[in-house]
């Protein structure tokens, strides 16, 4: 089945480490996202990729960093740098062109807890 | 100001009741709209669009008002699976699939 799967479900960190968040997805989709939820927010864009080797900062960068070496894969890395980072983190992707539809299809979240 | 606000309720209606939800947005360049459903802990997923006429899928209804810059959602004769938050959610054009989502409703619909 075709569809985007993030991992791990559940991580817990100690403080002044860094963790690496995985996402996957087999839609042939160009556009690749990586959203932040905290408890009773909206959700905030921490980076985004339109296509293969290039992607953007987006509106909570700080403390993140992203890959995009193959159409199907953006990890996303959580650096001791980020001074919050505890929080349910969402992986997106959509086809070219669908500013119009709005589809985003999601991942199932990795929540990210720093003991 | 925040590019999306919605109250965040929650809204506790009795099943069978009908609910609305309204959304503002600041930017006036903001071409296409839509609302997400989310249950509690899992994620978001794509309720409908909202298109500049409204529109309907069965017991929802989406209207938009530009001159406004709000969109409301309709639910009538509510379920309790119905019970979720809903987002509101923005995009501008020009900002080639940049998404903005508001903090989201929450509905609990009653026996």
């Known amino acids: 089945d075709g569809g985007i799967t993030q991992s791990p479900k559940y991580l817990f960190r100690k403080e002044g480490q860094n963790v690496t968040l995985s996402c996957e997805q087999n839609?042939?989709?160009?556009?690749m996202y990586w959203y932040r939820q905290d408890p009773g927010q909206g959700l905030r864009l921490i980076y985004y990729s339109q296509i293969v080797n290039d992607f953007q900062k987006g509106d909570i960068a700080e403390g993140y960093s992203v890959s995009r070496e193959k159409k199907e894969s953006f990890p996303l890395t959580v650096t001791s740098a980020q001074k919050n980072p505890t929080a349910f983190y969402l992986c997106?992707?959509?086809?070219?062109?669908?500013?119009?539809?709005?589809?985003?299809?999601f991942g199932e979240g990795s929540r990210l807890t720093v003991l | 100001r925040k590019e999306v606000e919605q109250d965040p309720g929650p809204f506790n209606v009795p099943e069978g009741a009908t609910v609305a939800f309204n959304c503002t947005y600041s930017?006036?360049?903001?071409?296409?709209f839509f609302w997400y459903r989310q249950d509690c802990r899992k994620e978001p997923k794509l309720l409908m669009s909202v298109y500049s006429s409204g529109n309907e899928d069965g017991r929802f209804t989406a209207q938009l008002n530009r001159a406004s810059q709000y969109i409301s959602l309709l639910i009538r004769d509510s379920k309790l699976s119905d019970s979720a938050t809903y987002l509101c959610v923005v995009n501008r054009a020009y900002n080639f699939n940049k998404f903005y989502f508001g903090s989201g409703t929450k509905l609990n619909v009653k026996p």
């Open positions: 997106a992707s959509s086809p070219r062109g669908t500013a119009n539809t709005g589809e985003l299809f």
């Open positions: 839609l042939n989709h160009d556009a």
């Open positions: 930017n006036s360049a903001s071409q296409s």
